[in-house]
């Protein structure tokens, strides 16, 4: 079996098709597919079953998984740190984002960190979610992901850099808007609260129903969104009210959105917590530890405004 073998290997499993990975290859199905038959004759057993739809790993082929991806890993983040090393302070550093997690979160700290590292070059890799952050993280080519913190997942280790209180954007016609504050029991007592639903499967929808359920309320929602911007979007067009995170740039309370918006905080809702996600710390680059220690200053530095209590 070869090293090419196992990466085709592990990426099929993930896919779950023969087809998909051919295509992201460029090579034909067969192709793929003789990679996985090698694989079989050297260990003797059956690695995928065929399904109706795709594949999926068999017992056997799920224990070759977990063994190559972890092997691979380790091989491809060796001969990156030894070219790193030859070059000195040059190099990349390769970041799994959400979609608008650079404009709010690390624009001023790239300019800090190509201040200080003007050789080392920032990769940006766009994910649909936390999760899909997760999944990408576990390509030896990433260095780094930010994410909601959330449950422990194996492999990975999680270090929080802001908590963002929770707000409900509303216009400023809408009979909310003069409130101080708003508790989660008046929102949900509300005959139509109209509320702007997060993206369903993602982190930071999933910490806010946990914690809603924590308090004894529960939402009801009419429309959805893919990203927070999206939601603070349609509140100011009026399809609803918008219940965010606070990120940076965007006030606790008060007017934003150039006064289209009144922010009302709930300071009953836990924060949400967001942070960087690695697969070992101790195993970063110097250049990815410095732009993760960069982000996590200037986060410091420029703290979300905590809610104001009437």
Aim: positive net charge; charged residues 25%.
């Amino acid at each position: 079996m070869t090293l090419d073998d196992l990466r085709v290997f592990v990426a099929v499993c993930r896919a779950g098709s023969l087809s998909a990975v051919a295509r992201e290859l460029g090579c034909t199905q067969s192709a793929v597919s003789q990679h996985v038959k090698r694989l079989e004759r050297e260990t003797g057993v059956s690695l995928l079953e065929r399904l109706p739809r795709g594949v999926a790993p068999t017992g056997a082929g799920r224990v070759l998984e977990a063994a190559a991806a972890e092997g691979i890993a380790g091989l491809d983040l060796a001969v990156r740190r030894l070219r790193d090393l030859a070059d000195g302070e040059s190099g990349s550093v390769r970041v799994a984002t959400g979609a608008t997690t650079v404009r709010h979160f690390m624009a001023d700290a790239i300019v800090a960190f190509r201040r200080l590292h003007p050789k080392v070059n920032l990769e940006f890799r766009t994910e649909s979610s936390s999760r899909a952050c997760y999944t990408a993280l576990a390509d030896s080519a990433l260095d780094l992901a930010w994410i909601t913190l959330g449950e422990p997942v194996r492999g990975i280790e999680q270090r929080a850099v802001a908590e963002l209180p929770w707000v409900l954007a509303v216009r400023p016609e809408d009979p909310l808007a003069g409130r101080e504050r708003l508790g989660v029991r008046d929102l949900a007592a509300l005959p139509e609260p109209r509320l702007i639903r997060l993206p369903p499967n993602s982190a930071s929808a999933a910490h806010l129903d946990a914690a809603c359920a924590e308090l004894g309320v529960r939402f009801a929602f009419d429309t959805g969104v893919a990203d927070w911007d999206t939601a603070l979007l349609l509140a100011e067009l009026g399809l609803g009210r918008a219940l965010v995170p606070g990120r940076p740039g965007l006030p606790a309370s008060g007017a934003a959105g150039g006064g289209r918006l009144r922010l009302l905080p709930l300071p009953e809702i836990r924060p949400l917590r967001v942070g960087w996600a690695v697969r070992r710390w101790s195993a970063l680059t110097p250049a990815a530890r410095a732009f993760a220690d960069v982000v996590a200053a200037a986060r410091a530095a420029a703290p979300v405004p905590p809610p104001q209590h009437a």
